[in-house]
Every structure is written in C-alpha cells, then in structure tokens.
C-alpha cells in the first residue's frame, strides 16, 4: 500500500469509527434548560472520544495494511 493510499485508508477508518463511538456515554441532562435540545448530551467528553477513535482507527489500520502486505487484502482487483 502506498503513501497515499494508506493516508486516505486510515481518515475513511477514523471517519467510520469517530461515527461508532460518539454516542458512548452519552446521557441527555436530567433538567434541560430553556434554549438547549433535548437530546444534548450532559458532558459529551469530545477529546476523549476522538483520542478514543485515534487509537482504534490506527489498530483496524495496521490490521488492514498487514493484510495489504501478506496478500490477504488487494485493492488492485
């Protein structure tokens, strides 16, 4: 896999999975205050989900570039 595949491989996987863990956790307050939505998590904790979502992009990543390299995987069919 070259350069730049890897790049776009690892954002399209991180964009996968940031949209799997965002709604981790998440708990609507239990008094919503005039001019706020509903749904509107409490403490939504971003940065710990995207580092979250870092972590695992780049484990699912080394997972399919070592599928890449032993032949398990080709994006040339």
């Known amino acids: 896999m070259?350069?730049?595949t890897g790049?776009?491989?690892y954002v399209v996987t991180w964009w996968v999975v940031i949209f799997a863990v965002l709604p981790w956790g998440n708990r609507p307050p239990a008094v919503v205050e005039p001019g706020h939505a509903d749904g509107a998590p409490e403490k939504p904790r971003l940065v710990a989900k995207f580092i979250v979502t870092t972590a695992i992009?780049?484990?699912i990543w080394?997972?399919?570039d070592q599928?890449?390299?032993h032949g398990l995987v080709s994006?040339?069919?």
Request: no cysteine; proline share 0%; aromatic share 12%.
């Open 2 to 4: 070259g350069i730049y």
């Open 7 to 9: 790049i776009m491989v």
């Open 57 to 59: 992009s780049a484990v």
């Open 62 to 64: 080394i997972l399919i």
């Open 67 to 69: 599928g890449v390299r």
């Open 75 to 77: 994006f040339r069919d």
